[in-house]
Nanobody, 122 residues
């Protein structure tokens, strides 16, 4: 397991922006795929986006955030960023970051952060 910690959550008005950060431990961080998930009260956790590791980094996003959220990473800082723009009240949730170290042939996140709260007011 690796240590994963999110930061950057807070309260923002609809239409505003936030940038979440996710720091992870590990000497081979650059090879990890990193994912973001969120869970709103009374709802199941849902996928937000994923950024792969390696030389060619690929991203994919949930349809609900596509075009508004952007993933990036700084491997020198062992950090992944989730830039969230045009936020909507329905984006309100606890956001979780997780690491996929490639231990399985399918996506498998074996290390999760404690989460950071994002609240979007209308």
């Amino acid at each position: 397991q690796v240590l994963v910690v999110e930061s950057g959550g807070g309260l923002v008005q609809a239409g505003g922006s936030l940038r979440l950060s996710c720091a992870a431990s590990g000497r081979t961080f650059s090879s990890y795929a990193m994912g973001w998930f969120r869970q709103a009260p009374g709802k199941e956790r849902e996928f937000v986006g994923r950024i792969t590791g390696g030389v060619i980094m690929r991203t994919n996003y949930a349809d609900s955030v596509k075009g508004r959220f952007t993933l990036s990473r700084d491997n020198a800082k062992n950090t992944v960023y989730l830039q969230m723009n045009s936020l909507k009240p329905e984006d309100t949730a606890v956001y979780y970051c997780a690491a996929d170290r490639g231990s399985r042939s399918t996506d498998y996140y074996d290390s999760w952060g404690p989460g950071t709260q994002v609240t979007v007011s209308s």
